[in-house]
C-alpha cells in the first residue's frame, strides 16, 4: 500500500526495532527484505513532479533503517537527510550508502538519529518524505503533523507498507503460513505491539491526512485482491480516517510486486 499526498503548508526516541548495538544482522535484513520495484520509485516521482513548482532540491527519508530507500532518492534529489530513531542504523545506512552502494560524495547526504514525530529538519525545506515500513511504530497523528512542517508548500509525501506475504499457487502451503504469522501474533503482545498491529491491520487506513493539511490524497493498493484483508495478521484493527475526497486506487496483476523464492528464503 503507498499512500501519496501533498502538503499544503538530532532528536533521542524509543527504539522500537531491534538495536545494531544489540547485535542486529544488517546482511540477513538486505538478504530477505523484499526489494522495492523500480515502479514503486516511478509512481511517486510521476505523483511528485507533475504538480507545478515543485523542485528535487531535498528528500528526507524517515524511519530509514540502513537506508534501502535513501540510496534510491539520492539518484533524484539533491540532497536526502537520512533519518532513523534506532540506535546504530544511521552509523549503518552512512556504510552502505557512502563507503559501499552508491559511490555518491558524502556531501549528498545528512544523518539524523531522531523519530518521526520530532525532527530537527528545518521547517518549509523538504520535497519530498517518505515514511516506508515504519509508521505502525509511531503516533500517527503527530507523525503526519511533522512531516507536514518540514514539507514545502507542495510537497510530497509517501507512506509505505506491504501485506503479509503470500504464497500464490498452493493453498496447503497458504494456510500454513497463515497460521504461522497467527502464532507470531500470539506472541507480540503488550501496549506497542497492541498500537503497531491496530494500524497494520487497517492497511494503514488508520492513518489521517487532515483536510486542513493535506491537498490531493492518493492511497494506492497493489495486488491486494481490492480489499485491506491482506494486510491483516490478527483482530487488532484501528477505525479509519480515510476522507471521502480522497482518491483510492486498486491496482492488481502488477508482476512488478511478484517475486518468486525458495525455502531458504522462506526459513530465512
Not at 538519529?113 to 525545506?125: I, P
Request: overall charge negative.
Amino acid at each position: 500500500m503507498t499512500a501519496l499526498a501533498e502538503v499544503k503548508t538530532t532528536i533521542p526516541a524509543e527504539e522500537p526495532g531491534f538495536s545494531v548495538r544489540e547485535g542486529a544482522n544488517w546482511s540477513d535484513y538486505l538478504a530477505f527484505r523484499p526489494i522495492y520495484p523500480e515502479s514503486f520509485f516511478n509512481r511517486i516521482y510521476e505523483y511528485h513532479f507533475q504538480k507545478p513548482q515543485v523542485t528535487s532540491s531535498t528528500a528526507q527519508d524517515i524511519g530509514a533503517g540502513c537506508g534501502i530507500v535513501s540510496s534510491s532518492l539520492a539518484s533524484r534529489f539533491n540532497r536526502v537527510i537520512v533519518s532513523d530513531p534506532n540506535d546504530g542504523y544511521t552509523a549503518v545506512a552512512q556504510k552502505l550508502l557512502i563507503e559501499q552502494q552508491s559511490g555518491l560524495p558524502a556531501s549528498r547526504f545528512t544523518f539524523l538519529q531522531e523519530g518521526a514525530e520530532k525532527s530537527s529538519v528545518e521547517s518549509g525545506t523538504v520535497d519530498l518524505v517518505t515514511a516506508c515500513e515504519m509508521m505502525h511504530w509511531t503516533d500517527t497523528d503527530i507523525a503526519v503533523k511533522e512531516f507536514g512542517r518540514v514539507l514545502k508548500v507542495g510537497g510530497t509525501l509517501a507512506i509505505t507498507y506491504y501485506t503479509v506475504p503470500r504464497i500464490v499457487g498452493n493453498e496447503p502451503a497458504q494456510k500454513i503460513w497463515r497460521q504461522i504469522w497467527r502464532a507470531y501474533a500470539e506472541r507480540a503482545q503488550g501496549e506497542l505491539y497492541d498500537h503497531a498491529f491496530a494500524i497494520v491491520n487497517s492497511g494503514f487506513q488508520c492513518i489521517g491526512l487532515p483536510e486542513d493539511g493535506w491537498g490531493s490524497v492518493k492511497r494506492v493498493y497493489i495486488n491486494s485482491g481490492g480489499s485491506t484483508v491482506p494486510f491483516r495478521i490478527d483482530d487488532r484493527l484501528a477505525e479509519s480516517k480515510v476522507r471521502q475526497d480522497e482518491e483510492t486506487v486498486w491496482v492488481e496483476g502488477d508482476k512488478d510486486w511478484y517475486d518468486e523464492q525458495g525455502l531458504d528464503w522462506l526459513k530465512g
